[in-house]
T-cell receptor, first 112, second 113 residues
């Protein structure tokens, strides 16, 4: 059974710092991997999608990498801002692409 | 609409009652997914539709849960004989086809008293 783990569970940084969020998964047979952001009491906002054949994706200050063989992904956030404060969720799609399996998330707080 | 919409945003019911939760996917998206999220947890997969058919319902916890998508657009998640343990946020997502990037709605917060 696929399990997704995100470390750390919570992270506090001062504004302007670069940071890395980690995600690991137990079964490398994935269809793709998606990173989401969730603000309190809100739904999920898709940040980046990495196909299983890709190594990384970039969007603005965000860069996500995927190492399928080792079961790891990282989300790199450059020059963090208070508006980046949210919970970041990593999710892997099963091999059929029919379901996402989520980690519990990393709650990020960026102070000004 | 521009995004996935879900109604109601909040639903309070009593134990044993029947509830229906509605999801309107992004126009043109053929794939639709239901998840539920408990406090402090990541979302948990319930069911996936490709068009009108439930292609993967392996996440439904028991036979009190049922979902339909009769015309391949709007979907309704139905919960019979609700229990307090059903209290959670129910999230709906859609994508162009299965396996593509999923876009989520704001969720329905269900509280069973």
């Amino acid at each position: 059974k696929q399990e997704v783990t995100q470390i750390p569970a919570a992270l506090s940084v001062p504004e302007g710092e670069n940071l890395v969020l980690n995600c690991s998964f137990t079964d490398s047979a994935i269809y793709n991997l998606q990173w989401f952001r969730q603000d309190p009491g809100k739904g999920l906002t898709s940040l980046l999608l990495i196909q299983s054949s890709q190594r990384e994706q970039t969007s603005g200050r965000l860069n996500a990498s995927l190492d399928k063989s080792s079961g790891r992904s990282t989300l790199y956030i450059a020059a963090s801002q208070p508006g980046d404060s949210a919970t970041y969720l990593c999710a892997v799609a099963n091999q059929a692409g029919t379901a996402l399996i989520f980690g519990k998330g990393t709650t990020l707080s960026v102070s000004s | 609409g521009a995004g996935v919409s879900q109604t109601p945003s909040n639903k309070v019911t009593e134990k044993g009652k029947y509830v229906e939760l509605r999801c309107d996917p992004i126009s043109g998206h053929t794939a639709l997914y239901w998840y539920r999220q408990s406090l402090g947890q990541g979302p948990e997969f319930l069911i996936y539709f490709q068009g009108t058919g439930a292609a993967d319902d392996s996440g439904l916890p028991n036979d009190r849960f049922f979902a339909v998508r009769p015309e391949g657009s709007v979907s309704t998640l139905k919960i019979q004989r609700t229990e307090r343990g059903d209290s959670a946020v129910y999230l709906c997502a859609s994508s162009w086809t299965g396996g593509n990037e999923q876009f989520f709605g704001p969720g329905t917060r269900l509280t069973v008293l």
